[in-house]
C-alpha cells in the first residue's frame, strides 16, 4: 500500500469526497440526461416559481457567461419556460415535464445524499454538517 501524505490536510480530503461524491452523482443523473449544473438549476426553479436568470447565478456562484446555455438547454427540452415579470426581465418556471423530472431528480438527490451520511456515524453528521457549513458560509 502507498502512503498518501497529503491525506492529513483538510483541504485535500475536502477535494477527494468531493470528487467521490460529484462522481457518483454525476453518474446517477446520467440516467435522467442531466449534468449537475442541470439539476441544480432545476431544483432553484421548483423552488422560486419566477426565479430570475441572475438570482440563480447568485445564490448558485454560476457565472452569466455560463448560465445562458444551461438554460437554453433546460428551455431545449421543455422542461422550463420564461415568464415575463416586467417590461424588460423574465422569470422562469418549470413546465408539466421539467416537474415531474425534477421530482425525479429529487429522488436521486436524496438517495445520493443519504449514502453519503450513511458512511459517516451518526453521533458526527450534525458537527460534520456544522463544519461543513462554516467552510463555506460567508464569515461574519
Known sequence: MVFDPLRKYPGYALRRASTMSMSDLSSRLADLDLRISDATVLLVIVSNPGVRQSAICKA??????????LIARLEERTLIVRKPLDGRSHGLELTPEGEKLTAQVMTIVEEHERSI??????????????ALGHLWSPAD
Not at 451520511?117 to 456544522?130: A, Q, T
Request: net charge negative; no cysteine.
Open 117 to 130: 451520511l450513511d458512511k459517516i456515524p451518526e453521533n458526527l453528521r450534525e458537527p460534520f454538517m456544522l
Open 60 to 69: 448558485l456562484d454560476i457565472a452569466r457567461a455560463n448560465i445562458a446555455p
